[in-house]
């Protein structure tokens, strides 16, 4: 049975006090990490989201790609063709594609040296850093190398992690963390991508 009027205008009431309180708690202001991680589908589009949240506040933003080597994405061909964007697609292909460690481990180390150019650029507001998790995971950068390179930042620099797996060093020191879990997904039912909403 549906509440009445006054019985819902109680419970909002009630919400609000708690949403007020929590908003008037937080009340610092820092670069954040943010990691998104999990198998589902969606972390590099959030990723490429809050880049364009950075653009319309006309602030800068650069973006790396570590896995991908196509360059004909939708993300890319808008965001990366916007004034305010550094866009760096950093990748030979996936590994199951490449099948070569050697070279998938040259290719990501020249990659990260970009991103720490990236990372230490205090004109951008916004660094992505997609697919870096898979590296870490594949030994194919030090992950100690990588988290003290992210710890020495610009302060006010904010920073976004995707990829599956991401180790516990990238947990521990990320502010916020997003699992996000596949429950179902059009490719396993033969549906192959789709412009504009996979590619």
């Given at each position: ?63 790396a790609q570590f896995l991908k080597s196509r ?129």
């Open positions: 049975m549906p509440d009445n009027s006054e019985q819902h205008r109680k419970r909002m009431a009630r919400k609000k006090a708690v949403v007020d309180a929590a908003i008037t708690r937080a009340d610092q202001d820092k670069g954040l990490l943010l990691v998104l991680t999990g198998n589902g589908k969606g972390k590099s589009s959030s990723a490429f989201g809050m880049v364009a949240r950075t653009l319309g506040y006309g602030l800068k933003a650069g973006v360059r004909d994405t939708g993300e890319e061909k808008f965001l990366g063709n916007q004034p305010n964007v550094q866009w760096h697609v950093l990748g030979d292909g996936f590994t199951w594609d490449t099948q070569n460690r050697d070279a998938d481990i040259a290719t990501a180390q020249h990659g990260w040296k970009i991103a720490q150019g990236l990372l230490g650029d205090a004109s951008l507001h916004l660094v992505v850093l997609d697919e870096l998790t898979y590296l870490l995971k594949y030994g194919y950068l030090d992950a100690q190398q990588v988290c003290a390179d992210l710890a020495a930042r610009p302060a006010m620099q904010h920073v976004v992690i995707t990829g599956r797996a991401a180790p516990d060093c990238l947990l521990e020191m990320a502010d916020t963390v997003s699992e996000i879990h596949d429950v179902k997904h059009a490719f396993r039912a033969g549906v192959r991508a789709q412009p504009g909403i996979d590619l």
